[in-house]
């Protein structure tokens, strides 16, 4: 492994601990403290702009670049195996959604929810690790469009977790579960470096899915002005980082 690469792995790995901190910090505020509902949703609207763009502007065309146009079925694949997980294996969650508590007693549906958010957390560790790989630059970009959604990440798996009439101590562990899945993703796939050409399309997939269907539809349950601007400042933001760089 020459020396760029190495500082890359090294770097992808610190930055995984971060964003592994962030769900242990979105659980603290649930369990802790009273977080405001306006400014997740200003989380949730910022990062459904800023990882779409991700995907289809550095994600995806990389995919391709790699693996030719069969880049394109691994970005399916991606997109409905967090489909398959949220639905068929652990039933449709919200991000930040008001729990009722007399959908969450038994212990079935605590851990299934636990389930699926720990398969799409493990995947955000393996397109983190995936960006840093191919460039400095796309694993950052990369980076940012998930630890916007690590807060809301930690908050749901919380709030499900108080819902079902489990202990705060609980829902710190199952937030800090979604952290070590991200770090599991991580290493796991600097560890596989031979299969990039199959993990950064899958994470293109999954962060599609997750900004288009887990974070947009929770955004347009408070349609206003200000949520699609917010939407929209998360798509410039890209392109204005981008136009900066010089890339």
């Not at 983190?128 to 690590?150: D, E, P, R």
């Not at 400042?233 to 900066?244: C, D, F, M, P, Q």
């Amino acid at each position: 492994m020459n020396h760029e690469l190495a500082f890359r792995t090294a770097l992808a790995a610190g930055l995984g601990i971060v964003a592994a901190a962030g769900n242990l910090l979105g659980g603290y505020f649930v369990v802790y403290r009273n977080w405001s509902r306006g400014m997740l949703h200003a989380f949730l609207a910022l990062g459904a702009g800023y990882m779409l763009a991700v995907a289809f502007l550095e994600i995806i065309p990389e995919s391709i670049r790699l693996a030719g146009d069969s880049a394109l079925l691994y970005v399916l694949i991606g997109f409905f195996v967090v489909h398959l997980f949220e639905h068929a294996v652990a039933g449709h969650f919200h991000f930040g959604e008001e729990i009722h508590p007399e959908e969450l007693t038994l212990r079935h549906t605590r851990t299934t929810v636990v389930l699926g958010l720990v398969i799409h957390t493990f995947f955000d560790g393996v397109a983190i690790a995936s960006g840093f790989l191919v460039s400095t630059w796309l694993g950052a970009v990369i980076f940012v469009a998930i630890f916007l959604h690590k807060l809301p990440e930690g908050f749901t798996v919380a709030s499900v977790v108080l819902a079902s009439g489990q202990t705060r101590r609980n829902a710190i562990r199952a937030a800090g579960l979604l952290g070590a899945a991200t770090l599991v993703g991580v290493f796991l796939t600097s560890a596989l470096q031979g299969e990039l050409h199959y993990a950064l399309p899958l994470s293109g997939g999954v962060t599609t899915y997750v900004a288009a269907t887990d974070l947009l539809p929770e955004v347009n349950r408070e349609p206003s002005c200000l949520t699609a601007l917010l939407v929209f400042a998360g798509v410039v933001s890209l392109l204005i980082i981008k136009h900066l760089s010089g890339i």
